[in-house]
């Protein structure tokens, strides 16, 4: 077995490791960056108005939710139905594969 040194940390601490550069990424941000945050739809037909302001969007959306909040909440609801399904399905991946591992070890 391989003794942790700062080069190579052990797996609990690799762990913790992630975890804070995962707060810091997320917190960072938030303390640092000023302004509103708006999605990059609004953003790039801004863009394309400024650059020419005759442009016709090809779609209309077929659904306007009725404030930003909504909106953000379809989004975040959305994004964790995907977390959620790449969890499930990573999960059970493992599991095959652990199963799999278990019946080839011998006994």
Same mark, same amino acid.
């Given at each position: 077995?391989?003794?942790?040194?700062?080069?190579?940390?052990s797996p609990k601490q690799h762990n913790w490791l992630l975890a804070m550069a995962v707060i810091?990424?997320?917190?960072?941000?938030?303390?640092? *960056?000023? +302004?509103?945050?708006s999605g990059s739809d609004g953003q790039a037909n801004n863009a394309i108005k400024e650059i020419n302001s005759t442009y016709q969007p090809w779609f209309k959306p077929f659904f306007t939710p009725a404030s930003k909040e909504i909106e953000s909440l379809l989004f975040a609801s959305q994004a964790a139905l995907g977390a959620? *399904?790449? +969890?499930?399905?990573?999960?059970?991946?493992?599991?095959?594969?652990?199963?799999q591992a278990k019946q080839?070890?011998?006994k």
């Open positions: 077995m391989v003794q942790p040194t700062p080069e190579n940390p810091m990424l997320t917190v960072f941000p938030l303390i640092f *960056v000023r +302004g509103e945050y959620g *399904v790449m +969890g499930y399905v990573m999960g059970l991946y493992q599991g095959r594969a652990q199963q080839k070890s011998p």
